[in-house]
C-alpha cells in the first residue's frame, strides 16, 4: 500500500511561484515507477501536467507548463515537488499527484491508479 499526500497550494498573484510536495510512504512505494502531477479546474476535465520516471528520472511535461513549471525528486525523503513558476491566473486549479507505473510524456489518468488529496492553487490579483 502506498499513501501519497499533496501539499503547498495556496493564494498567489499572477507572474508569482508556489512549490508543492508530494510527500510518499508506504511498503509499496518502491513499486511506484511513476509520480504524476494533475490539476483540475472548476468545470473542466482533470488534466495530467508533469510526471517523472522514478527508476531514471525521466521527465514529461505538458504544453501548457512547460517551461514555467519544473519537477523533482527529493530520493532521501520519498518526496516529489512541482516548483511553478510565472503563474497565471488559468494555473488556477486543485493539484494532485499520483503514483502509477511509469512516465512516459504527459501523464495520463488511466496509467496512475494511487491518487492523494487535492491542494488549491489559487492564481489572482
Known amino acids: 500500500e502506498v499513501q501519497l499526500q499533496a501539499s503547498g497550494g495556496g493564494l498567489v498573484q499572477p507572474g508569482g511561484s508556489l512549490r508543492l510536495s508530494c510527500a510518499a510512504s508506504?511498503?509499496?512505494?518502491?513499486?511506484?515507477?511513476?509520480i504524476g502531477w494533475f490539476r483540475q479546474a472548476p468545470g473542466k476535465e482533470r488534466e495530467g501536467i508533469a510526471c517523472?520516471?522514478?527508476?531514471?528520472?525521466?521527465?514529461g511535461y505538458a504544453d501548457s507548463v512547460k517551461d514555467r513549471f519544473i519537477i523533482s525528486e527529493n530520493n532521501a525523503e520519498n518526496t516529489v515537488y512541482l516548483q511553478m513558476n510565472n503563474l497565471k491566473p488559468e494555473d488556477t486549479a486543485v493539484y494532485y499527484c499520483a503514483g502509477g507505473i511509469y512516465c512516459l510524456g504527459v501523464p495520463r489518468i488511466n496509467d496512475y491508479d494511487i491518487w492523494g488529496q487535492g491542494t488549491q492553487v489559487t492564481v489572482s490579483s
Open positions: 517523472i520516471h522514478r527508476p531514471d528520472g525521466t521527465i
Open positions: 508506504g511498503p509499496g512505494l518502491p513499486f511506484i515507477f511513476g
